[in-house]
């Protein structure tokens, strides 16, 4: 996808990529250009909005079926995974947002990012670093 019609590019960070549940690969997230995909800035707030209102991975909830942890959340349709125990075997379901209640949520670690491998994280975040060099360049000549 060719963004030549935007006149300003939003800086995208890694962040982003990880919070819409898009794969860290930088094959993956790169676009056209050879920098991170710009769309990922426009759909950037309505993830912000959902994840704010839904519990993270390994939150404790209460729903129709009992206690359980949430194993998996599917963000833009508003849909919660959870896992419970039945004796020593564990089973899945998933269920609506507004379905669930929370009763302990999980701490989440921003920072912790899931990627395959260290080359991969390392063109990602020379990916990022540009994106923030262009951002400020661009700045610095509307000055």
Not at 103 to 109: E, F, G, H, N, P
Request: net charge negative; with cysteine.
């Amino acid at each position: 996808m060719l963004c030549f019609f935007l006149g300003n590019f939003e800086t995208v960070s890694i962040k982003m990529a990880k919070e819409q549940n898009i794969s860290l690969n930088p094959s993956k997230i790169s676009g056209n250009c050879g920098r991170l995909m710009c769309c990922l800035k426009y759909e950037q707030e309505v993830y912000e909005e959902k994840l704010s209102r839904l519990p993270k991975i390994g939150a404790i909830v209460k729903t129709s079926e009992g206690t359980g942890e949430v194993a998996a959340v599917e963000t833009l349709k508003e849909v919660i995974r959870v896992k419970y125990q039945d004796g020593e075997d564990f089973y899945f379901k998933k269920h609506e947002a507004k379905e669930v209640v929370v009763i302990k949520d999980a701490v989440v670690d921003d920072d912790k990012l899931d990627v395959e491998n260290a080359e991969d994280l390392e063109e990602l975040r020379k990916l990022e670093k540009m994106e923030r060099d262009d951002k400020k360049n661009t700045t610095q000549e509307d000055i």
